[in-house]
C-alpha cells in the first residue's frame, strides 16, 4: 500500500540459515545471537524475552545521530532482555503504547545516563562517515556483528572518553566512495556472518520537514478545479510571472490541489522565458534540473509517461528562476497534468526539510544481526546487487522496512522482491520492535455475529487499507482506532497477521478493544505484503500454507490482495486462485484496484470482490450513486470500498453511510462474503 511519512516507503537476525516457507538447501549456518531471542524454524519472526521493566529515553528531538546512538544501543541491550524504550515518535500519543505494556518503567532526563548504565555491555563504537550516508548502515550491521553502537565522528570523541571509556571498532571515514562501494563491501565481507532468515531495508537519512517558513508570500497562478486523476488536462499551460520580478528570483511552486485523495501534480517539462529568451529549459530527474530545484521536499521522479516529477498527499516542489536585470516579461510554458496547483513569489522561502539520520528498526537490525541496506531498485547496479541478496536469503524470508522513491519504489521493490518469494513488511518507522517482541498476550477471539439475511439490497463493505504495514498497526491505525465514532459502523481493518509475533500487546490491544462492528482481516496480500502473480509458482503454496497458521491465531482469514505486474493491477491467475483457495481456505478475497469494483466468482469456487479505493466521503457517494443507478433491483448487488487511511476516518465513514438510503446495507467483510456465496449458490465455508 502507499505508505506515508506520517507515516508512504525498507527494512530487514539469528541462528537458523534455512528459509522458512519452502525446502531449500542449507546455508552456511551463521554465529549464534548469544541472547535470548527464541526463533523457532516454523516461526515467521523471532520473539524475545519477556519484558519486565524499562528504561525510557525521549529522543523525539534530539540530534539524528544521537538516535542512531540510542537505538543501536537498544539492540544490544535488548537482545538479552528488553530493558531500552526510547521515545520516537508522538503521533499517537508519546506514552500511549508504553502504558499498554503494563510494566514498571523510569523515564531519564538525560539519555546519557541510559549509555553510562548499559556501557559495560557494549564492545565498542562503529564510526560512520556522514560524506558517504549509506556507511550509516553498513556500522549498523557491523554494530550487530559485533556488539557495538554506531556513532557519528563527534559522538565517537564523547564515547572514547571518560565515563564511557569506549574503543573505536571499526572508522568508516573514506572507506567508500558512495552507496554501491558501501553494500558491495557489505555484500563481499559481512553478509555470510548476518543472519538469511530476514533482511532490513532502511534509508541511511531521510527527510525532516521544518516550519514552512514563508511560503505564505507565494500567490496562486494555476490551479486544476477538479479531481484529474488519468493526464486527461496534460497539455503546456502558459504562466506570467512578470509580476514577480521584483526579487532576486521567482520561485515557482507545484503542490496537491486536493491533498485528500493522494493525486498530486505532476511535471513532465519546464520552460521559462525572460523577454524571449530561454533561461531554463529542462525535464524532471535529468541533470539540467538540479540547477534550478530549489526544494525538492519528498517529491518524486517517475520514469513512467515520459518521466515527470510529482509531488502527491499534501507535498510539493520549488524551482527558482534567475531573470537577467532589466528583464520586462517572464513567461513559463509547463507541460503538466493532474491535480495541480500553482503558485509564484518574489520572496526567497524557508527550505522545508533536511536529511538527517534516524533510529527507529535498527534496534530490531542490531539486536538479530540482520544486514541493512538501501538499494533502488530502478537503479541497475543497485538492483543487480540487491538480485544476489534477495537469491541468497530464498522464498519465505521477510523483508523489513521500505525502498527508495517512494510510490515508484514500493512497486517495482515489491514486484521484485516477490520475484524471488520474499515478502515485505513496511517497518522503517517502527519503535521498539525490539521491546514489543517481548510483550506476551493472549489473542482475544472477535464476537460472533449472525450475518443479515439475504435481500435485494446493496450491500456495502468498507475496508481500511494499509494492513501490511507494522508502523501503521503502530502510528495511524492507533489513532483512527482511538476515533470515537469507531464502532457505529461496519468497518473491516487490514492489519498484520505478523502482529502476532512483532507486537502481540498491539494485538492484543486491538482485538480486546473492536466491537461487534469492527472486523480484522489481513493486509496485503496475506501474512505478509507481496503480489502473489509475481511469486514463484511453488513458492507461493508453500509461503500460504506455511504461514496460514498465522491468519487463524488472530482470525484475520479474509486477505485483502494487492496484485500488480509492471506498476499496474492485474487479475488474480488461476494458479493463485487455487492457492489463496486451498492453502487459506478462504471464504472470498478483496483485490485491490484504484478505478473499478465489482464481484466474481472465479473457477466457480472463490468469490472476488474488486475493491475500489475512495479518499474522501464525496468519492464514497459518488460511487455507490453510480452503482445503484445502474442496479436492477431484482437481485443483490455488492460494493467493496477500500478507505484510504492516510485521508478517511470512522466519522467519516459514518457521515457516509448517514447519506445512503434503505435499500443500502453495510456489512462486515465476513458476512459479506458469505452473503455473496449465499447468493451465488455456494457452500457456506467453515
Known amino acids: 500500500m502507499f505508505r506515508k511519512l506520517s507515516t508512504a516507503a525498507v527494512a530487514v537476525l539469528c541462528t537458523m540459515s534455512l528459509s522458512i516457507g519452502v525446502a531449500a538447501e542449507p546455508a552456511a549456518k551463521p554465529p549464534a545471537n548469544n541472547g535470548t531471542i527464541s526463533w523457532p524454524a516454523q516461526q515467521e519472526l523471532p520473539t524475545f524475552a519477556k519484558v519486565k521493566k524499562l528504561e525510557v529515553a525521549d529522543v523525539y528531538d534530539a540530534p539524528g545521530d544521537i538516535k542512531i546512538l540510542l537505538a543501536t544501543l537498544q539492540g544490544i541491550v535488548n537482545r538479552k532482555e528488553p530493558r531500552v524504550y526510547l521515545i520516537e515518535s508522538k503521533e499517537e500519543g508519546k506514552f500511549k503504547w508504553l502504558n499498554d505494556i503494563d510494566v514498571p518503567y523510569k523515564v531519564r532526563d538525560n539519555y546519557w545516563d541510559i549509555v553510562n548504565t548499559f556501557k559495560n555491555e557494549l564492545k565498542g563504537v562503529i564510526v560512520y562517515d556522514p560524506a558517504v550516508p549509506d556507511s550509516i548502515n553498513v556500522a549498523t550491521t557491523l554494530a550487530g ?20 571509556n569506549l574503543a573505536v571498532l571499526d572508522d568508516l571515514r573514506g572507506k567508500f566512495e558512495d552507496r554501491v562501494d558501501a553494500y558491495t563491501w557489505q555484500y563481499e565481507n559481512l553478509w555470510s556472518q548476518t543472519t538469511q532468515r530476514m533482511l532490513i531495508g532502511l534509508s541511511p537519512d531521510t527527510s525532516i520537514r521544518l516550519p514552512e517558513g514563508n511560503f505564505n508570500s507565494f500567490a496562486t497562478i494555476a490551479e486544476e478545479a477538479t479531481q484529474e486523476r488519468d493526464g486527461n488536462n496534460r497539455k503546456v499551460y502558459d504562466l506570467d510571472l512578470t509580476d514577480y520580478l521584483a526579487g532576486e528570483s521567482v520561485y515557482l511552486r507545484f503542490t496537491d490541489a486536493f491533498t485528500q485523495d493522494g493525486w498530486g501534480p505532476a511535471v513532465h517539462e519546464v520552460t521559462v522565458k525572460a523577454d524571449g529568451e530561454v533561461i531554463a529549459q529542462f525535464i524532471p530527474g535529468t541533470p539540467e534540473e538540479e540547477e534550478f530545484l530549489y526544494d525538492r521536499q519528498s517529491s518524486q521522479v517517475s520514469e513512467g509517461n515520459g518521466g515527470h516529477r510529482f509531488a502527491d498527499n499534501g507535498r510539493y516542489f520549488v524551482y527558482e528562476f534567475q531573470a537577467p536585470e532589466g528583464t520586462q516579461q517572464l513567461t513559463a510554458s509547463v507541460d503538466m497534468w493532474n491535480q495541480f496547483k500553482v503558485s509564484a513569489s518574489s520572496v526567497q522561502p524557508v ?16 539486536a538479530n544481526k540482520a544486514a541493512v541496506f538501501w538499494l533502488d531498485s530502478n537503479v541497475p547496479e543497485q538492483k543487480a546487487l540487491f538480485e544476489k541478496i534477495l537469491k541468497d536469503a530464498g522464498p519465505g524470508t521477510p523483508y523489513l522496512g521500505w525502498f527508495s522513491n517512494d510510490v515508484e519504489g514500493e ?29 506476551k498476550a493472549n489473542p482475544v477471539k472477535p464476537q460472533k455475529v449472525a450475518a443479515p439475511k439475504l435481500a435485494n439490497k446493496i450491500y456495502v463493505s468498507y475496508t481500511f487499507s494499509e494492513g501490511d504495514n507494522l508502523q501503521y498497526n503502530q502510528h495511524k491505525m492507533r489513532n483512527l482506532w482511538d476515533d470515537p465514532n469507531r464502532g457505529k459502523v461496519p468497518i473491516n ?7 502476532y509475533d512483532a507486537a502481540p500487546a498491539m494485538l492484543h490491544y486491538f482485538q480486546s478493544t473492536a466491537t461487534k462492528n469492527d472486523l480484522l482481516i489481513a493486509g496485503p496480500s496475506g501474512a505478509g505484503y507481496f503480489y502473489p502473480n509475481a511469486w514463484p509458482e511453488k513458492a507461493l503454496r508453500d509461503f500460504l500454507k506455511q504461514s496460514y497458521s498465522y491468519l487463524k491465531k488472530t482470525d484475520m482469514t479474509i486477505p485483502y490482495v494487492l496484485n500488480r505486474i509492471d506498476g499496474q493491477n492485474v487479475p488474480l491467475s488461476p494458479a493463485t486462485v487455487a492457492s489463496y483457495l486451498e ?5 472470498g478475497l478483496f483485490l485491490s484496484w484504484e478505478d473499478r469494483h465489482g464481484v466474481e466468482i472465479v473457477d466457480g469456487k472463490l468469490p472476488v470482490s474488486t475493491i475500489q479505493g475512495i479518499s474522501t466521503v464525496q468519492d464514497g457517494k459518488r460511487i455507490l450513486d453510480e452503482a445503484k443507478a445502474n442496479w436492477d433491483g431484482k437481485s443483490p448487488l455488492f460494493v467493496s470500498l477500500g478507505l484510504l487511511a492516510w485521508n478517511m476516518t470512522p466519522t467519516d465513514v459514518v457521515a457516509l453511510t448517514e447519506q445512503l438510503g434503505a435499500e443500502y446495507e453495510v456489512v462486515r467483510a465476513d458476512h459479506y462474503f458469505s452473503l455473496i456465496r449465499e447468493a451465488n449458490g455456494l457452500k457456506p465455508m467453515k
Open 493 to 499: 481493518w487490514t492489519s498484520s497477521p505478523l502482529l
Open 145 to 164: 556483528l559485533k556488539s557495538a553502537v554506531v556513532a557519528s565522528p563527534e559522538l565517537a570523541e564523547k564515547l572514547t572518553a571518560a565515563p564511557y
Open 583 to 587: 492453502e487459506y481456505e478462504v471464504p
Open 351 to 366: 527550505s522545508s526539510e533536511k536529511k538527517e539520520p534516524y533510529g527507529y528498526l535498527r534496534d530490531y537490525a542490531v
Open 411 to 439: 512497486f517495482s521493490g515489491v514486484e521484485i522482491t516477490s520475484n524471488y518469494g520474499v515478502y515485505v513488511l513496511a517497518a522503517d518507522w517502527f519503535s521498539n520492535l525490539t521491546v514489543f517482541s517481548g510483550t
